[in-house]
């Protein structure tokens, strides 16, 4: 058991995704070497506060976040599982933003999924 987040327009059956917080936080590391600096202040903010306290994100914020994530996505040289969760969290946003709503993330404690 550990602290996780949910994140509203997921993958599963329920529509959502759960992460550990821990591979967030190490998310929003290798944004920071993948991303500018100038474009990656909104979601490594985001990944370094997981866990700390539930976001709402409009759907314009979505979508730029799912665009940041893609790029993260699409870095070859990094790990594939720091590239799937890149992914992951890129379609999320995107969805949300396609269906112009809000993409939330959630904090829980229960087992991860």
């Excluded at 529509?15 to 202040?41: K, N």
Aim: net charge neutral; hydrophobic share 45%.
């Amino acid at each position: 058991m550990g602290t996780h987040v949910t994140v509203s327009h997921g993958s599963d059956f329920f529509g959502v995704d759960t992460i550990a917080v821990q591979q967030l936080r190490e998310l929003g590391q290798y944004a920071r070497s993948v991303l500018s600096a100038d474009d990656h202040p909104l979601l490594t903010t985001l990944l370094d506060d997981a866990g700390q306290c539930e976001h709402t994100l409009d759907a314009d914020q979505a979508a730029l976040l799912a665009i940041l994530l893609r790029r993260i996505a699409a870095r070859r040289r990094l790990k594939k599982p720091v590239r799937d969760l890149a992914t992951r969290l890129g379609i999320a946003a995107a969805n949300a933003a396609a269906d112009s709503a809000p993409w939330v993330w959630t904090i829980g404690t229960e087992g991860i999924r």
